[in-house]
Every structure is written in structure tokens, then in C-alpha cells.
């Protein structure tokens, strides 16, 4: 049986997380910005560990596995690695940013819109879904 959750709880905190689109912290002119659509390096650093936190407790509180297995007394930290890796390489505008204004694709210009945020948690979901269902990355701690 899968499990989807630790999939659904990353898209939801990818997408709520995503810097400019609810707010950002540091914002670029103020130390905190609300729907700029805009992004820094800093930016994406603070909201990554903040989706790293987040997520961290919830898959720990909610005692979310991908499947029932021998390993499962031992905690795998796949799921939590392979989130917060995703959350940085597919926020938009840090690498790059789909679409981006008048152009399909833009390469670090450090911008954001609702558009480029779906595509993005499109992204993000059919690569977590494939390395956590498909692939089934597993880190385990004993």
C-alpha cells in the first residue's frame, strides 16, 4: 500500500512556502515582504529551513512512512531529504523560473508569479512522487 502523505504534505508546504507568494523573509527592500513575487538567495535559504522544520515535525508527529517494511522501527529520512532538496532547486527564480513573464523560461532572475509557483509545484510533485513511489529512496537511522 502507499502512502501518499509525505508527498501531499511537501507539494502543500512547497507551495505555501514558496518565496513572494505569501510573504518573504528577508524581503528585498523590507525585512519582511508580503506577495511581492520577488525572491533572493536569503530568501530561499530562510524559507528552506523553515519548509525543512515544518515538514521535519510534521512527518515525525503524524508518524507518516512510505510503506510498512522490516526497517520500519528505524526512521528514514528519505523523504524529508528529498523534499527539502526539491524545495531549493525548484523554487522559482532562484535557478530558474517557468514561465517567466513574456518568456517561457527565465534563468536566475530571482522572480516569482502564481503561474511559475504551479508549474513549479507540477514539477515538484511528479519528481517526489517518482523518487518516493517509483524509485522508493529510502534513507534509514537507526
Same mark, same amino acid.
Given at each position: 500500500?502507499? *502512502? ?13 512556502l ?54 520500519? *522501527?528505524?526512521? *528514514? ?18 535557478l ?31 519528481l ?15
Amino acid at each position: 500500500m502507499l *502512502d501518499w502523505a509525505p508527498i501531499l504534505i511537501g507539494l502543500l508546504l512547497f507551495i505555501l512556502l514558496s518565496p513572494g507568494l505569501l510573504f518573504q523573509l528577508p524581503g528585498n527592500t523590507h525585512h519582511i515582504e508580503f506577495g511581492s513575487f520577488a525572491t533572493n538567495v536569503k530568501a530561499v535559504l530562510v524559507h528552506t529551513l523553515l519548509f525543512f522544520c515544518i515538514y521535519t515535525i510534521l512527518i515525525s508527529a503524524l508518524g507518516i512512512h512510505i510503506y510498512t517494511c522490516a526497517k520500519c *522501527d528505524m526512521a *528514514d529520512w528519505g523523504p524529508v531529504i528529498i523534499a527539502v532538496v526539491l524545495f531549493v532547486l525548484l523554487s522559482p527564480g532562484l535557478l530558474f523560473q517557468i514561465p517567466a513573464g513574456g518568456r517561457l523560461i527565465e534563468f536566475g532572475n530571482m522572480q516569482t508569479s502564481g503561474a511559475s509557483i504551479l508549474v513549479h509545484a507540477i514539477i515538484y510533485f511528479g519528481l517526489i512522487t517518482i523518487f518516493l513511489i517509483v524509485i522508493g529512496v529510502h534513507i534509514y537511522t537507526g
